[in-house]
């Protein structure tokens, strides 16, 4: 799979810029492809929302909450278009960057109120009964886009969803910048659907 045109315009601003050539204009590029992401607003791909108290990080994507009102128990979340570096797995070793993603998870959430929000077309669990959303914190950002866009995990694609799109360009932008686990992961580190998925990511 090849990058998307946006993702080989940054690498070819990014190069001149680090010659001397386009001074600053890395900056602006890196502006226009983060407001190339308003093209699908946040609010028509969303439905219900639900506030929420985070209890527990799993690992870097998965999430334990306490509804607000509260429910029978705590809810476990998923973090929808997000897959960041397994540390819990239960059949699988540590992975790459995965303390720090889990440990980036924490320090965005861990003990806020954040509001959830389910998707508007897709399922509303995952096959493991987790509740699928997208989490808004406290000043607005999403979650999910800052994991994937500070480089602590990957833009999930097995499972597409409505703003898939707009996390490719995210994952491309960190790629590029070396943000995160893409200033030294190798191609045996990416979890095994990226690899099969895009065997040429690290080219």
Avoid at 47 to 66: C, F, H, M, Y
Avoid at 157 to 167: I, L, V
Wanted: with cysteine; proline share 6%; charged share 25%.
């Amino acid at each position: 799979m090849k990058k998307s045109w946006v993702a080989l315009v940054l690498m070819i601003v990014a190069a001149l810029s680090g010659i001397g050539i386009l001074p600053g204009i890395w900056g602006v590029a890196s502006n226009v492809v983060l407001q190339n992401l308003d093209k699908i607003p946040f609010d028509e791909v969303v439905d219900a929302s639900l506030d929420a108290n985070v209890i527990r990080i799993v690992d870097g994507d998965t999430i334990e909450v306490d509804l607000v009102p509260p429910g029978d128990k705590p809810e476990m979340l998923r973090l929808i278009g997000v897959d960041t570096p397994e540390t819990v797995h239960p059949a699988m070793p540590v992975q790459f960057f995965g303390p720090e993603s889990t440990q980036f998870t924490k320090n965005m959430c861990l003990g806020q109120s954040v509001r959830l929000y389910l998707q508007k077309d897709g399922p509303e669990r995952g096959k493991y009964g987790r509740l699928l959303v997208y989490v808004e914190l406290t000043g607005g950002k999403i979650l999910n886009e800052e994991i994937i866009s500070q480089g602590f995990g990957y833009s999930y694609t097995k499972y597409p969803h409505a703003k898939s799109a707009d996390y490719g360009i995210l994952q491309d932008e960190a790629q590029i910048a070396k943000r995160g686990l893409w200033a030294g992961v190798k191609f045996e580190d990416l979890p095994v659907w990226l690899r099969k998925s895009n065997p040429d990511i690290l080219k």
